[in-house]
């Protein structure tokens, strides 16, 4: 019975192999002949439909490739939220103006029908718009760039105001970024199908979900420069940027969780809770959103809430309880904070564990421990119903403040923070001469105050003494950071303008030490155009007079301060070639240098410099008399120096330059001094602009 099974098998696998190969042969050439386009309409980037997918200088798709853009459709219909723009663009020598606008017009208009059609995607999602020559991508006539021209270009667009989010491969148009981020936060743009882990100064665009979850915290900075704070388990939906002209509806939404919100005092900012509307004129106003109610507590303001088609506005220090579904309860004076009793502020205590007490003023406190004193990076809040908690916290400098919460959940402004230290050591209060004593904490390549840096990102370095802790901006330095002898490193992003860097370090007695610094990023131009007129003079030559010269040079700039330079030149003076002055005539040379230029300070009123270039220097010099003509070309290097003095991207300079002009002896141009070494000095009038 195995023997007929086996050959039965045999058999009917020499009968299947044909069919099994044919169909792989069809389903390859099939994957060939409709490959798919790539789809990413992330914020900075676009997908590209080309002329090809299109009747010939018609506006109508070419049914033997419109399969190939259901990856566009199938992107589309898996992120439903996502609204897009499909513009059209055209270029032809004869349907320019309207005939072209009208042609790209219909183009756009015939992918959208497909893809609503196909894919059942939401019309109002898909807006078009036909440029016709008015953007080309190359401007040459040739019919490789008229063919590249003819395109569609699909760009996400902002949900609730149709602006693009991506420009010449950047990212634009958003609301705001994440600030700070403590443990698991995550997000989910409109271009997202699933939720992702968020990064620390990720762009936040309209309708961008932010989700905290346990123990987790995070800060939103609008664009306006009014933030918000979301504590653990929250989940907030961004809206529009309070600074956006003709604005409508909420800045942010609150789905639930716990919102400090701290608008600018002379925006109103809005904020939308489950059929809660609140508009905020306040710098700090705490929402708390549960299953059942809404709670709003005005700590420095006022702020006006709708719900229910009832209206209540709130001054500072009062509140309101918002029933799921009701209208807002009358105000009621925010609970008075519990006074806190220990630590004292300053105090030392052990890493077994910190004890926190207070006397209440209402039935429940909730205490909040965060590494800074603005309460920015919370570590743990604690929502309960005694007079006392104990925290386990690691070794380092932290602030505690309690705040109360009255029987209808509304909470109260919170206690001015106190500092406590952990450390290994003993329990001990910071008096006397061991408060004075401060760790080890040497910053070696950025100083505390003010400094200015032209680049995204900074690595932060210094020592501290071994085994100490640091923190940047309140986040604990990763122990891979610091090395066995105490020096350590760390990479900080920087946003456009002013930064606050806050570096802390506690050694293992509890001592500890702060350095506070500005860094201001300025992003820069990197090329750098240049103007030179100077006069030249030459130098042991014996033909040669002085003379004049131009030069016009462009600097690409490697790091602040270094540049690559590259110049031209062009200028001439006389000379008595024919051992005469009868006989003189005119001298025309010319220079190309290339070369490095160092700047000594950047952002100042006066730079000075000083350049280094190996060149090329080809001259010819020409006799009234019997028109002789002698010319040469050789290696000229040179070195300069000089100050520049301006601001704001345009220079004016005065500087030196010396030419080396290496001739050797057989150039014929001065034969009475090629044993010498010879020169041009050139007194230089720049002017240098971005």
Same mark, same amino acid.
Not at 99 to 109: D, M
Not at 302 to 326: D, Q, Y
Not at 419 to 434: I, M, P, W, Y
């Given at each position: ?301 006022? *702020? ?8 209540? +506005?709130?001054? !500072? %220090? &009062?509140? =309101? $309880? ?112 061991? *408060? ?8 070696? +390549?950025?100083? !505390? %105050? &003010?400094? =200015? $840096? ?237």
């Amino acid at each position: 019975m195995k023997r007929t099974f086996y050959h039965l098998s045999q058999r009917s696998l020499r009968a299947i192999t044909p069919t099994l190969l044919a169909l792989t042969f069809i389903a390859i050439l099939t994957s060939a002949v409709h490959a798919q386009i790539s789809v990413d309409l992330t914020p900075g980037n676009r997908t590209t439909v080309s002329d090809a997918y299109f009747t010939k200088n018609r506006a109508t798709l070419d049914k033997k490739k419109q399969a190939e853009l259901d990856a566009l459709g199938n992107y589309l219909k898996a992120r439903p939220e996502l609204k897009v723009e499909i513009g059209s663009h055209w270029a032809d020598k004869k349907q320019t103006g309207k005939a072209g606008i009208k042609l790209s017009e219909g183009r756009a208009a015939a992918l959208k029908s497909y893809l609503v059609k196909k894919f059942s995607l939401n019309t109002a999602n898909l807006l078009t718009k036909g440029y016709g020559d008015a953007s080309p991508v190359d401007v040459a006539v040739t019919p490789a760039a008229i063919a590249t021209n003819r395109r569609i270009e699909v760009v996400a667009l902002t949900s609730l105001t149709s602006r693009p989010v991506s420009q010449a491969g950047n990212a634009v148009n958003y609301e705001g970024i994440l600030s700070y981020q403590e443990r698991n936060v995550q997000s989910k743009g409109p271009w997202d199908i699933d939720f992702a882990t968020a990064r620390q100064r990720q762009q936040l665009f309209e309708r961008h979900q932010v989700q905290t979850y346990d123990r987790a915290r995070a800060e939103i900075a609008f664009n306006d420069g009014s933030k918000s704070s979301l504590g653990e388990n929250s989940m907030v939906i961004i809206g529009v940027s309070p600074d956006f002209t003709g604005r409508t509806g909420a800045n942010i939404e609150l789905q639930k969780g716990i919102l400090l919100a701290r608008p600018k005092n002379t925006e109103i900012f809005s904020i939308k809770g489950p059929a809660v509307d609140i508009d905020l004129n306040s710098t700090r106003t705490k929402v708390i959103v549960d299953p059942t109610r809404t709670t709003v507590s005005v700590f420095q303001g006022k *702020a006006k809430v709708k719900s229910n088609g009832t209206t209540v +506005e709130i001054i !500072e %220090g &009062f509140g =309101t $309880v918002i029933p799921r579904g009701a209208s807002p309860e009358a105000p009621r004076a925010l609970p008075e904070s519990p006074l806190p009793t220990a630590p004292a502020d300053g105090e030392t205590m052990p890493a077994t564990g910190t004890q926190f007490t207070w006397r209440p003023a209402a039935p429940r406190v909730r205490l909040e421990v965060a590494r800074d004193p603005e309460m920015t990076s919370v570590v743990t809040t604690i929502l309960t119903d005694k007079t006392e908690e104990t925290v386990k916290l690691d070794p380092g400098s932290y602030y505690w403040q309690v705040s109360s919460v009255d029987a209808s959940g509304v909470e109260g402004k919170p206690s001015a923070p106190r500092r406590v230290v952990v450390s290994t050591g003993a329990r001990s209060t910071a008096t006397g001469l061991d *408060a004075l004593r401060r760790a080890k904490l040497d910053l070696t +390549e950025f100083k !505390e %105050g &003010f400094s =200015t $840096v032209n680049n995204s990102d900074i690595t932060l370095r210094g020592v501290v003494d071994t085994g100490s802790t640091v923190y940047v901006n309140g986040s604990r330095i990763p122990e891979s950071d610091v090395r066995p002898d105490g020096s350590f490193y760390r990479n900080v992003p920087l946003r456009r303008g002013d930064n606050k860097i806050v570096v802390e370090a506690t050694d293992k007695s509890g001592a500890e030490n702060r350095k506070t610094l500005i860094i201001k990023y300025v992003e820069i131009n990197r090329f750098r155009f240049g103007v030179a007129i100077a006069p030249v003079v030459p130098l042991n030559y014996s033909s040669f007079n002085a003379g004049i010269a131009g030069n016009l040079n462009l600097t690409y700039l490697i790091t602040r301060n270094i540049g690559a330079k590259f110049g031209l030149g062009i200028g001439g003076f006389t000379n008595t070639i024919g051992g005469t002055a009868a006989q003189s005539g005119i001298t025309e040379f010319y220079m190309f240098d290339a070369g490095i230029n160092y700047d000594f300070t950047v952002g100042t009123t006066v730079v000075p410099f000083i350049e280094a270039n190996a060149g090329l220097f080809a001259w010819t010099g020409h006799r009234y008399v019997a028109g002789e003509v002698r010319g040469a070309g050789v290696f000229a290097p040179g070195v300069g120096a000089g100050l520049k003095f301006g601001g704001q991207g345009r220079y004016f300079g005065l500087g030196g330059y010396y030419r080396f002009i290496l001739d050797g002896a057989g150039t014929g141009l001065d034969p009475a001094s090629v044993s010498s070494s010879h020169g041009l000095f050139e007194i230089r009038l720049v002017m240098t602009f971005e």
